[in-house]
C-alpha cells in the first residue's frame, strides 16, 4: 500500500513506544546485535578462507596444478626444462625461495616466473600467478625489472628502496633498484619476479625449483631415462584444500546460525512484549481513521528501519569478531589441512549487503507470530495472562510439532549419509527440542502441582495454599518465559555437546600421541646423502639404542591422493602403535611384505576390512592384505604403512631422511645438541618426543579455539535473554502478584517466592539440556565428525562439565532475576494497587 505523507505521524507514535520503553528497546538492540555480529563474523572468517584458497589455486602452489619436481628433491636443471620443450611438453618453469632482507625483519617468498611460455601454454600468466591484467612484459623482462607485491608488503619495502647498500633491498644484476609494483592479489610477504631476477636473488643461476605442466593428459608418463631425474606430480582435482576445509567452515556456519537464532529469539521477545503493550495504542490509531492494512504497513516500515540501523553496528561488530579469531582459525586451518590464510580481512561490498540482509529478514521472521496474534487480537486487556485453556491449545499445537519434526530427526538419521545430511539431523534435533521443551516443562510443573495439592489435602493452611499458588503461576508464566528459556536450552545443550566432542578429542587425541610418539627424538635431514652421513653418525653413538628409519612416496589410489609409508618394524611401532583393529599375524605379515596397514580415513573411503586385499598402482607386487587399520587423527588423506624394505622394492625414489631415534631419557638432550652442531639441524629438522606432543597439543587448543569462543558468546547471549526477558515483563508482574499481596503475603515472601520460581525454572531447563546435550554430542561424533573427516571418536560423556553447566545456568538465573526482584522488593504499596485499577 502506498504511504501518504501526512500519515508520519502514526510512525512516530510507534517509535514513541520504544523511547518510553528503553529496556524493550535494549532488548531489540542486543539480540539484533548479537545475531547480526556473530553470523557476519564468522561470514567474513569464511569469506577471508574462501579468498585466501582462490589466491593460492590462481597462483602456482595449488594442489589441482600438475607439476614435475626432482627425485633427488634438489633442484632442476635448466637442461631438463629445454630437452621437455623440445619433446613437446607443456611446461613452464617456475623458482621459488626465500629472502631474507637484513635491514629488516622481513623474509620475502620469492616466486619467479617465465610468463612467454605461460601464455604459450594457453594459460595467462595474469591469471595463473594472480598479477593484474596491466602487467607490461616489456618491464616485467627488461631491466631495471618490475616486482609485485602486495599493498601491505610495498609498505615494509619502500623504505629500504632508499638504502642502495647490499643492506637494503636487493639490486637487480645491473646494479640498479626495482621497480615496485602493486597488487592487492597477492598474498602478503609474497614477490613475484621474472625467472632471471628470481635466480639471481636466490642463487639459483641454472637452477629451476618445479615445471608447471599444463597438459597433463597429453604427457602422463615420463620415459624411463628423465624419470630417473625428474619426477610427475599429477593433480589432485577432488581433493583441493576448499574440499578438505568445507566441513570445518559449515562446522562455524552452523554455529553462528544457533548464535543468530538465539539472537532472534530476544528480538522475538522484545517485539512481542512492545506489540502486546501497544494494544491501547492499536485502538486510539483506528479510532483516528488508521486501517488494520496501513497499521501493518507501518509496523514493517518500523521493524525495518530499527533493524537497519542496527544492522550496521553489528556489522562493524563482527568484523571485530572475526579480526580476533582470525589467528586461531588460520593456525587451525594450517594445521588441520596445510591451508594457509592471510592475516588481514579482506570483505567484499556483499558481505556488508548481506549482513543488512540478514538482519532484515531475521527481525522479519521474528515478527511474524506477533503480527499475526496482533492482528487476532480479541480486545483483551495486554496485562491478562493466557488462560489454563489457551495454554492447552497450545501445549498440543507445540507437542504435535515436536513430535513430528522428531519424527523427521529420526528419519534422516536413518536415511542421511551426506555432511549436509548430518546437519540437517543437528537442526532438526534442535527445533524439536525447542519445540517440544514448553510441553515438557509445562508437564513437570503440573506434577509438581499435583504433588503440593496432595501433600496438603489433609489441612489447608497459609503455606499449602502458597505452594499451589506458586506452581500454578510458574505454570502460567511458562509462555511468557519460554522464549528466553529455550534460548538457554539451546545454549547449555550446545555446550555440553561441543564441549563435550571437544573433551572427549582432547583425551583421546593425548593418548594416541602418547602411542604414535614412542620414539625419544625424531629427525629429518635435506637429502639423502645427509640421511646417509647422519644414519653412519648415529651407530657409532652409544646412548642411540635404535635407529628407525622411514620413508615416504605420495601416490594416487581409486583418484584419491594417498601416502605410502615405510617404516623399519621394531618392537617401538609393535608394542605402541595405534591399531584399530589388526589380524594376529599383522606385524609379521607387514615385515614379511605379504600386508600392509591403512588408516582409518582409507578404510572408510574404500570401505575396506581387514582381510581385504588392496591394489596399490606402480607397484611391482600390485595386491596386498589388509593386515590392520590404525588411527590417524587429523590426517586428511589415506595413509598405507609397510616395511621400508617393500616400499624400497616398488619405489626406490621414495623420499627418506626421517628417522625415530631410541634414547635413554637422560642423554635426549645431550644427543639433540650434538646431532645440531654436528649438522647444523634447524629446531625443526631434529626435536625431542615432549616437543612434538607440546606442539600438537597447542595446535589441538587453536584448533578449536574459534569453536568455543563462538560457543560462550552463545551462552552469555541466552543469559542477555532471560534478563531482559524478566526484566520486561517485571511490569505485568506487578498487577499479577497485587492480588497475592492482598491477601497478605508480604513483599519479602513474594520476592523468596519470585527468586525461587526462576532458579526452578533455570535448574529444569538445566536438566533438560543434559540429555539434549548428550544427543548434541552423539551426533557431533559419530555423524559430522566421521563425515566431515573420516574417522571416527570414542563417544565419552563429562558429568563434572554438567554440574558446571548447571550452576552456571542457576548462576545467570540468579544475575538476571536480580532487577526484577528488587524492583518488586520496593515497589511501594501505591505501585501495587495499581495492578487492581489496571487488571480488567
Known sequence: MQLRQPSLWVLHALLSHWWRHPVQLSTLILGLLAATALWSGVQALNQQARFSYEQAAARFNSINQAHIVSTTEQHLAEADYIQLRGLGWKVSPLVEGALALATDDLTLNVIGIEPLTLQSANASYQGASGLPANLSLNHFLTPP???????????????????????????????????????????????????????????????????????????????????????????????????????????????SLL?????????????????????????????????????????????????????????VLGYWIAALLLPDLSASLTGLYGAQISGDLQLSWQWWLQ??????????????????????????????????????????????????????????????????????????????????????????????????????????????????????????????????????????????????????FRNTFTGWLDQRLAAEVYVRTDSETQAQEVTQWLSQQANVTAILPSAGKDVQLADMPIELRGIQIHSTYIDHWPLLSKTSQAWHDVESGAAVMINEQLARQLMLNIGDNITIPGMQQTEFTIGAIFSDYGNPKGQVMMALDTLY???????????????????????????????????????????????????????????????LLVLAIAAIALFSSLLTLSTMRLSQIAPIWACGISRRQLVITELFRLLLLALMTALLAIPLGLIISYCLVTVINVR??????????????WLYLTLAALFSAFLAAIVPVLKLRFSSPGELLKGFRDDQ
Open 259 to 315: 548464535a543468530f537464532l538465539v539472537g532472534l529469539l530476544m528480538v522475538y521477545s522484545a517485539i512481542h512484549l512492545a506489540l502486546t503493550q501497544r494494544l491501547t495504542l492499536r485502538r486510539i490509531l483506528f479510532s483516528c481513521g488508521v486501517s488494520q492494512r496501513e497499521l501493518m504497513a507501518w509496523l514493517l516500515v518500523e521493524l525495518l528501519l530499527l533493524s537497519g540501523l542496527i544492522a550496521l553496528p553489528g556489522l
Open 788 to 801: 566431515a573427516f573420516g574417522w571416527a571418536l570414542p563417544w565419552q560423556v563429562f558429568p563434572l562439565q
Open 649 to 711: 622394492l616398488n619405489w626406490a625414489d621414495a623420499k627418506r631422511g626421517s628417522f625415530a631415534l631410541r634414547v635413554e631419557p637422560a642423554e635426549i638432550d645431550v644427543l639433540i645438541q650434538a646431532l645440531t652442531e654436528r649438522f647444523s639441524f634447524t629446531e625443526t629438522q631434529v626435536i625431542d618426543q615432549q616437543a612434538v606432543k607440546r606442539y600438537s597439543l597447542q595446535l589441538f587448543e587453536r584448533t578449536f579455539a574459534a569453536t568455543q569462543a563462538l560457543n
Open 145 to 255: 625489472w618490475e616486482v609485485w607485491v602486495s599493498p601491505l608488503t610495498a609498505e615494509r619495502i619502500t623504505p629500504l628502496l632508499k638504502n642502495t647498500t647490499k643492506a637494503g633491498f636487493p639490486i637487480n644484476p645491473e646494479g640498479d633498484q626495482v621497480s615496485i609494483k602493486v597488487s592487492s592479489a597477492l598474498a602478503n610477504n609474497e614477490l613475484i619476479t621474472d625467472i632471471y631476477l628470481a635466480q639471481h636473488w636466490l642463487n639459483m643461476e641454472g637452477q629451476l625449483s618445479r615445471l608447471l605442466l599444463f597438459d597433463h593428459t597429453q604427457h602422463s608418463q615420463l620415459s624411463a631415462e628423465l624419470a630417473t631425474r625428474m619426477r610427475l606430480i599429477l593433480p589432485q582435482s577432488d581433493h583441493d584444500i576448499s574440499r578438505l576445509t568445507a566441513s570445518f567452515h559449515l562446522n562455524l556456519t552452523a554455529l
Open 355 to 504: 549482513g543488512v540482509f540478514m538482519a532484515w529478514g531475521g527481525t522479519l521472521i521474528a515478527a511474524i507470530v506477533p503480527l499475526l496474534k496482533l492482528i487476532k487480537h480479541d480486545g483483551g486487556h495486554p496485562s491478562q495472562s493466557m488462560s489454563f485453556p489457551g495454554q492447552q491449545k497450545q501445549r498440543n499445537t507445540l507437542m504435535a510439532a515436536g513430535l513430528f519434526t522428531a519424527s523427521l530427526a529420526l528419519l534422516m538419521a536413518w536415511l542421511g549419509d551426506s555432511l549436509l545430511s548430518g546437519f540437517l539431523l543437528l537442526a532438526l534435533v534442535f527445533l524439536s527440542a525447542a519445540l517440544l521443551m514448553p510441553v515438557i516443562l509445562d508437564s513437570l510443573l503440573r506434577l509438581c502441582q499435583r504433588f503440593a495439592h496432595s501433600f496438603s489435602a489433609d489441612s489447608v493452611t497459609p503455606t499449602s495454599a502458597t505452594a499451589q499458588w506458586l506452581w500454578a503461576d510458574a505454570r502460567m508464566q511458562v509462555p511468557h518465559l519460554s522464549v528466553a528459556l529455550i534460548a538457554l536450552l539451546l545454549a547449555l545443550s550446545t555446550s555440553i555437546g561441543v564441549g563435550g566432542m571437544v573433551e572427549g
